[in-house]
């Protein structure tokens, strides 16, 4: 009669380790993504609470007039009071942002598309995306208000033209980044250009992709704010604008803070999207040697 004891020892190690990971697989997971989240989130809350305290200190202090730094409190105070108001103007300068974000991803990576499959559009239109990003988007801005009006158009178009260009740049490269051994492969077995695009070379670009549109979303936020800097009567640009010229800084603080999480918000949901794409790049692993320190 053979032991439990005996059984295990005459057992392959691969053969244990096979047996005892489906019970232990998914504890494994989700405790060691908990420890990730939290080995990530620590350091960056760590900073936000020092500068935090720091904040609090210049202004109970006085180091610094009130009328320039307000205290913490003040900011938070209005941000109660008017919350219906700023709440108002933040969703109006967020659908700005989604709307302009969306398009110029869409425009963005069709004209890579183009750029990366015709020379001749290469050698004709991207000069010319090079000579319109230069161009300072606060001095379009005015040509938008009197082509569009002051409604929400021309801030769609300037958060389009200012998160456009990463977006091409991006997706230009990591179209051309495909090994081309795979698309020689392609060829020979007879796949389809729209076969071998969707199987393979898009697939190849998200990693780079992604990137130019984490920093797309945050340039949208700006386009649409300088949009309103120009001309409109809502938005959290136009708050800014009436809390400057009022001297009004905690409603001033508390607008820059919506603008922030905006930012941050919609940086952390294509974050999102980029793990649930792209799971299987090097990036995604948890399971890499990176800098610990």
């Not at 495909?178 to 670009?205: N, Q």
């Amino acid at each position: 009669m053979v032991t439990t004891q005996e059984a295990r020892a005459t057992t392959p190690p691969s053969r244990r380790s096979r047996q005892v990971l489906p019970e232990t697989a998914g504890e494994t997971s989700i405790g060691s993504r908990a420890l990730t989240l939290l080995s990530e989130s620590w350091r960056p809350v760590t900073v936000l609470l020092a500068l935090f305290a720091l904040w609090w200190f210049v202004a109970w202090r006085e180091l610094v007039p009130a009328y320039l730094v307000p205290s913490p409190g003040a900011v938070a105070q209005t941000l109660v009071a008017d919350w219906a108001m700023l709440l108002e103007h933040t969703w109006v300068t967020t659908l700005e942002t989604i709307v302009g974000f969306v398009l110029a991803a869409v425009i963005g990576v069709a004209t890579a598309v183009l750029l990366v499959y015709s020379r001749t559009a290469e050698k004709s239109l991207y000069p010319l995306i090079l000579f319109a990003q230069v161009i300072p988007k606060i001095a379009i801005a005015p040509i938008l208000v009197v082509w569009f009006g002051f409604g929400m158009t021309p801030k769609i178009v300037l958060a389009v033209l200012i998160a456009f260009f990463p977006v091409v740049v991006s997706a230009v490269a990591g179209l051309r980044s495909v090994d081309p051994e795979l698309l020689e492969m392609s060829a020979t077995i007879g796949a389809s250009r729209w076969k071998t695009f969707r199987k393979i070379r898009f697939p190849g670009a998200l990693p780079q992709l992604m990137s130019g549109l984490k920093v797309a979303v945050t340039l949208a936020v700006v386009g649409a704010v300088v949009g309103e800097f120009v001309g409109a009567d809502r938005g959290l640009g136009y708050v800014l604008l009436l809390a400057s010229g009022n001297l009004d800084a905690p409603l001033l603080f508390a607008d820059l803070i919506l603008m922030s999480l905006i930012g941050v918000v919609l940086f952390v949901l294509v974050e999102v999207l980029e793990r649930l794409l792209i799971p299987w790049h090097a990036s995604r692993r948890g399971n890499l040697a990176l800098a610990t320190v």
